[in-house]
């Protein structure tokens, strides 16, 4: 399903910032599950970060003192917050929803168009 809608990617020099957002309904649907995945060209998609029950986590390769992740409830907003960012960071970053009885069995089913940000050297 398509029905986020990611913003704030773009083409930046390495060592620029870009915020991330994606607003989503998941208390007024009552879903706990929220992650940002990247997918690099050519290469398989990768959890960056995640929401379960209103607590925010990095995954492991994505802490890194240069990715934050953050929340605004009354917003219904997500936020991916990175900083100098570099060539390597390069792809296509997607918000999921889900929901699921634990931070390791959310079942996603919700997903963004994607937005594209682009580093350059």
């Known amino acids: 399903q398509v029905q986020l809608a990611e913003s704030g990617g773009g083409a930046v020099q390495a060592g620029g910032s870009l915020r991330l957002s994606c607003p989503h309904s998941?208390?007024?649907?009552?879903?706990?599950?929220v992650a940002w995945i990247r997918q690099r060209p050519g290469q398989d998609r990768e959890e960056v970060a995640s929401?379960?029950?209103?607590?925010?986590?990095l995954s492991g390769d994505f802490v890194n003192g240069r990715f934050t992740n953050s929340q605004d409830n009354v917003k219904e907003t997500v936020y991916l917050h990175m900083n100098n960012l570099q060539p390597e960071d390069t792809g296509m970053y997607f918000c999921?929803?889900?929901?699921?009885?634990?931070?390791?069995?959310?079942?996603?089913?919700?997903w963004g168009q994607g937005t594209q940000v682009t580093v350059s050297s």
């Open positions: 998941r208390f007024t649907v009552n879903t706990k599950c």
């Open positions: 929401i379960y029950a209103d607590r925010t986590t």
């Open positions: 999921s929803t889900g929901s699921g009885g634990g931070p390791d069995l959310c079942e996603w089913n919700t």
